[in-house]
């Protein structure tokens, strides 16, 4: 079985530029029930029209209903099962027992996935899950290769799915309650504020303070740094497992085709694991870590800042190209003379050029564009596709 890439997808826009730079699966919230209520989701409407995109290109769709239900919650969840069911989720990712229950009950033939908010450290634990009648288990960040193995071994028929990549929390598996104990925002209801990611002052009481060394804007003592497992996909499928997941359903698009376009590369053997490591770097993100995959690891604290700005600038997506002109529309403003580089699935990736003409729709040269959303035409000699996006050096 060929290893899923999974990629996040925070609205229907992210669903289809996942998809464009080479991922194989998405997970996605709707309205309700999902971890992520900051992010945009999906209305009813929408979860039909990603789906039937997906299908339609033989890849899949995962919805996420993994919070932790209060009583009131269930009024409404069968109703929301029977509608993921009638239009053929692909899954349905769970971390509540109750939940688990009613989705059962209600819609037979989805398929259920256990969340890694479900906490799964052991493979009691997974073999529990796999008899109550789930398909895939989404095993907790907290497991090395050799323990991800052996719960393989005990459950081999078990789909594993495991992070590769993205925004660590600080809780055990996510389960928080600094972001509700700070702010009244419930992490375990969807709402999470991400209190960790903030720098922090220490005013000393008594004689017994913790020392904490600080900067100008504070110390970000609780700040997780982030998943990088490109180096290790081969070790990680070694072990049984099947999806490679990345985290980041409220990351910009920008993020998002980066980091799935360098993944999807280095699982195909057309990008080294170390080029792959530096293509990371092209987006903004915290400093890297491996987290306890390979085994007990002290390090995986972003101390010094929440997070770096990437080595690119995300500059224009492509809109359309023929005759060695594109026509791009502009989210970040560059100007003649700018080096720009290409992401893309094809054959362009990684191509440079230099912005030699600028020209708006009018027909008018232009020295700068610094309108949001304008749409340009640029000589290009390389050939460009609609979804490449541009990105300045």
Known sequence: MKVELLAPAGNLSKLKKAFYFGADAVYLGGKNFSLRTSADNFTHEELLEGIQYAHKLGKKVYVTVNIFAHNEAF?????????LQEIKADGAIIADAGVFAVAKEHAPNLELHISTQANITNKYNAEFWQNAGATRVVLARELSLKEIEEIHKH??????EAFVHGAMCIAYSGRCLLSNYLTGRDANGGSCAQS????????????EAMPIEE???GTYIFNSKDLNMIEHLEAMEKVGVSSFKIEGRMKSEYYLATVVNAYRRVLDGNLTAQDGVIELQKAAHRDFTTAYTLGKNDD????????????RQFIANVLDYSDGKALIEMRNRFQKGDIVEILSPYDSFNKKFTIENIIDEKGNSLELVNKV??????AC?????????????
């Open 373 to 378: 959303q304008q749409k340009v035409y640029l």
């Open 381 to 393: 000699p390389h050939t460009l596709h609609t979804g490449d996006i541009l990105r300045r050096i």
């Open 196 to 207: 960790c990611r903030r720098s922090y002052t220490v005013t000393p009481q008594g004689e």
């Open 215 to 217: 900067d100008e804007k």
């Open 300 to 311: 995986t604290v972003n101390y010094n800042d929440t997070q770096k700005l990437g080595t």
């Open 75 to 83: 009024a409404a969840l069968p109703e929301y099962f029977q509608y």
């Open 155 to 160: 459950c081999p028929k078990l789909e594993i």
